[in-house]
Structure formats: structure tokens, C-alpha cells
């Protein structure tokens, strides 16, 4: 009887060690001062010396879903100097470099600068 208990106590007590040793599933590898949408100025076209900008979106989701161009993903920050956003159905993984422009934090991706949707100015 004494083996009995002491079995269910080892138990109870290695089942506590090991979900207080687990992983947080809301945000485990997300971070949400980055979830929203982000927007860029991207060069479109240049005709007659004159650059032609499209506005490109970044969306990034709480629950670490995220897309490109309409293309859907997931998301994930690498630390705390990149944001990795892997496109499903492409094997393409998207790295954003985490900068400061302006006082203001920006995701970099190649000449591409990534500002928050409300802190966005379009070009013309």
C-alpha cells in the first residue's frame, strides 16, 4: 500500500515539474509587439525617369499566421533580430531584419522598408 502511494505522488509530482517546464502556447515564438499589418513602398515602375511605387502588405497574426502578397503563412522571431515568415505551399522562407528608422521600429526586407500600417506614408 505504502509502494501504491508513493507511486501517485512521484506521479503528481513529475506530471507538475513537467508542465510547469512546458512551453507557453499563445505566444511561444511570436512576439506581439510586431503582430499587425505593415506596409511598404515598393518601385513598381520607372518610365520617363519617373518611379511608379505599389504598396505592399505584410500581415502578421497573434496566433503566428501571417502573409505576403496574399500569400499565407506562418511567422516566428529569431532572436530578436529578425522576423522569419515561411509561406505555405512554397518552402520559401522570408527574413525580415528588424531595424530603426526614425525612431520608429521598421522590417527590412532587401530594399523593401516595412512600417507599421498606421505609421505608413504612400508614395505617389
Known amino acids: 500500500m505504502k509502494r501504491k502511494i508513493a507511486l501517485v505522488v512521484i506521479a503528481i509530482v513529475v506530471c507538475l515539474i ?4 512546458s ?3 499563445g505566444d511561444s ?11 511598404a513602398n515598393q518601385v513598381s515602375s520607372v518610365m520617363d525617369g519617373e518611379t511608379v511605387y505599389k504598396t505592399v502588405v505584410v500581415q502578421l497574426n497573434k496566433d503566428g ?3 505576403y502578397k496574399d500569400r499565407q503563412g506562418t511567422w516566428e522571431v529569431k532572436d530578436n533580430t529578425t522576423i522569419v515568415l ?3 505551399n512554397e518552402n520559401i522562407g522570408m527574413v525580415f ?3 530603426d528608422e ?3 521600429i521598421v522590417l527590412k526586407y532587401y530594399q523593401d ?3 507599421r500600417a498606421s505609421e505608413f506614408v504612400e508614395k505617389q
Request: glycine letters at 16%.
Open 29 to 39: 515564438n511570436t512576439n506581439s509587439e510586431f503582430v499587425g499589418e505593415w506596409k
Open 65 to 67: 499566421t501571417g502573409s
Open 113 to 115: 522598408v516595412f512600417y
Open 97 to 99: 531584419e528588424i531595424g
Open 18 to 21: 513537467m508542465g510547469a517546464c
Open 23 to 25: 512551453k507557453n502556447n
Open 102 to 104: 526614425e525612431g520608429k
Open 86 to 88: 515561411t509561406l505555405t
